[in-house]
């Protein structure tokens, strides 16, 4: 059984950091594109970031390029979310999520791709 574990979120200030886990069993870890996507209220499920099998290929959404880095470590069989410059709009509860799909391209953007996810963390920035 795939299981996929957020931790780490929290309320932090704006301006703040936080750092996302998430651990994953159930599944051969090194064969997984790894994405993390967010969910605000009322709002449409995005994309945040995505990590290739090996770690050697990342992508990271627009809003957070500059302050957010994606990583992993496939001894651990963990994904991190490196969090930075927090700004109130990142409010969110993130989600880890996972593919089998060999090919890392653009198609890691999109929800649809990822067949394992995780119950999510809430991120919470004040103002």
């Known amino acids: 059984q795939v299981r996929l574990v957020e931790s780490g979120g929290g309320l932090v200030q704006n301006g703040g950091s936080l750092r996302l886990s998430c651990a994953a069993s159930?599944?051969?870890?090194?064969?997984?594109?790894m994405g993390w996507f967010r969910q605000a209220p009322g709002k449409e499920r995005e994309f945040v970031a995505s990590?290739?099998?090996?770690?050697?290929?990342?992508a990271h959404a627009d809003s957070v390029k500059g302050r957010f880095t994606i990583s992993r470590d496939n001894s651990k069989r963990t994904v991190i979310l490196q969090m930075n410059s927090l700004k109130p709009e990142d409010t969110a509860v993130y989600y880890c999520?996972?593919?089998?799909?060999?090919?890392?391209?653009?198609?890691?953007?999109?929800?649809?791709?990822?067949?394992?996810w995780g119950q999510g963390t809430q991120v919470t920035v004040s103002s």
């Open positions: 999520a996972a593919t089998l799909r060999p090919q890392y391209d653009s198609a890691n953007y999109l929800r649809t791709t990822y067949e394992y």
């Open positions: 159930g599944l051969t870890f090194s064969h997984m594109i």
């Open positions: 990590i290739s099998r090996r770690g050697d290929s990342t």
